[in-house]
C-alpha cells in the first residue's frame, strides 16, 4: 500500500525512516558481519566475489561504495583496483564505518572513509569508473534518489553493481527463504545482540522490497543498461548497471 508516509517498498513508514536506520545498525553495528556470515552460510562472500567479477572492476578505478557498511566490497574492490585505483568507503552511519576501520584488513588496504547520506552523495558528476551497494537499496528512505544519486557520479561507461537480497523464482523456495527470514534468523541476532527487533525489520524489508524485474525498470528509467542475474537460485539479486560512454 502506498500512502503518504509508506512507500511500496519500505518495511516502516518512510517519514521516520531515516532516524530508525540509524538507531537499528548502530545497535547490531558490532555483530552485523558475524550475522550476515551465519544467516546466509557464508554465501555472502562469494556473491560479492560475483558482483565484482561480474561489474567488471579493474586495477586503476575509482570505486565508491555506497551504504558500506563495515567495508566488505569496498575491501574487495580495494584489492581489485590495486595502488593505482581509489576506493571510497561511504555509509551515513558512525558506528558501522567505525567497525570497518577497525577491522583488521583495514590497516592492509587503501580505502578512505566517509559519513555521508546516499540521498546526497557529495562529489561531483562524473566521479567514478564504478559504483557499489551491497545489501543495502532496500534501506533508502528514496530508492529512486538514492539511484539517481549513485548514476549521477558515474563516469560515462561507468557501472552501477547492485548486490541484494533475492527473490527466489520457485514459490515453495520462496516460501522456506522467508520463512527461515522470520523465525530462524531473529533467534540468530537475539543470540548475538540480544536483541530481535533489528532483525525483524530486516526480514520484513525483504519481504516487501520491489521484485528484480521491477528494479530494472527503474534502473532503466534513469538512462543506463540494466542487466540482472539471480545467485544461488534467486536467493541473492546482483544488477549490474551500465552507463552509455556519451553520456
Known amino acids: 500500500m502506498t500512502t503518504a508516509t509508506q512507500d511500496n517498498h519500505s518495511a516502516v513508514p518512510v517519514d521516520t525512516k531515516g532516524p530508525y536506520i540509524q538507531r537499528l545498525f548502530s545497535t547490531i553495528a558490532s555483530r552485523y558481519d558475524v550475522f550476515n556470515r551465519l544467516v546466509t552460510f557464508g554465501m555472502d562472500v562469494g556473491w560479492r566475489d560475483q558482483a565484482m567479477a561480474?561489474?567488471?572492476?579493474?586495477?586503476?578505478h575509482a570505486v565508491l561504495d555506497v551504504c558500506a557498511g563495515t567495508g566488505d566490497l569496498a575491501f574487495l574492490a580495494a584489492k581489485t583496483v590495486t595502488q593505482s585505483g581509489?576506493?571510497?568507503?561511504?555509509?551515513?552511519?558512525?558506528?558501522m564505518l567505525q567497525n570497518g576501520q577497525r577491522r583488521p584488513i583495514a590497516q592492509k588496504l587503501p580505502v578512505s572513509w566517509l559519513q555521508a547520506d546516499a540521498m546526497q552523495i557529495p562529489f561531483p558528476a562524473a566521479s567514478f569508473d564504478?559504483?557499489?551497494?551491497?545489501?543495502?537499496?532496500?534501506?533508502?528512505v528514496d530508492l529512486n534518489q538514492g539511484l539517481s544519486e549513485m548514476v549521477r557520479v558515474l563516469k560515462p561507461g561507468g557501472r552501477l553493481i547492485i548486490?541484494?537480497?533475492?527473490?527466489?523464482?520457485?514459490?515453495?523456495?520462496?516460501?522456506?527463504?522467508?520463512?527461515?527470514?522470520?523465525?530462524v534468523a531473529p533467534?540468530?541476532?537475539?543470540?548475538?545482540?540480544?536483541?530481535?527487533?533489528?532483525?525483524t525489520y530486516l526480514a520484513r524489508s525483504v519481504k516487501v522490497f520491489i521484485t528484480p524485474s521491477q528494479m530494472c525498470e527503474r534502473l532503466d528509467k534513469l538512462n543506463v543498461e540494466s542487466k540482472y542475474v539471480a545467485?544461488?537460485?534467486g536467493l541473492a539479486s546482483l544488477?549490474?548497471?551500465s552507463k552509455d560512454s556519451q553520456s
Request: aromatic content about 14%.
Open 54 to 60: 561480474l561489474g567488471d572492476v579493474q586495477p586503476g
Open 231 to 233: 545467485l544461488s537460485g
Open 130 to 140: 564504478r559504483v557499489t551497494i551491497g545489501f543495502s537499496t532496500r534501506n533508502l
Open 86 to 95: 581509489t576506493v571510497i568507503s561511504m555509509d551515513f552511519n558512525a558506528e
Open 187 to 199: 533467534v540468530i541476532g537475539f543470540l548475538l545482540t540480544g536483541k530481535t527487533w533489528p532483525f
Open 239 to 241: 544488477f549490474i548497471a
Open 163 to 183: 548486490l541484494e537480497t533475492g527473490r527466489p523464482s520457485n514459490p515453495i523456495v520462496r516460501l522456506g527463504y522467508f520463512m527461515f527470514l522470520f523465525t
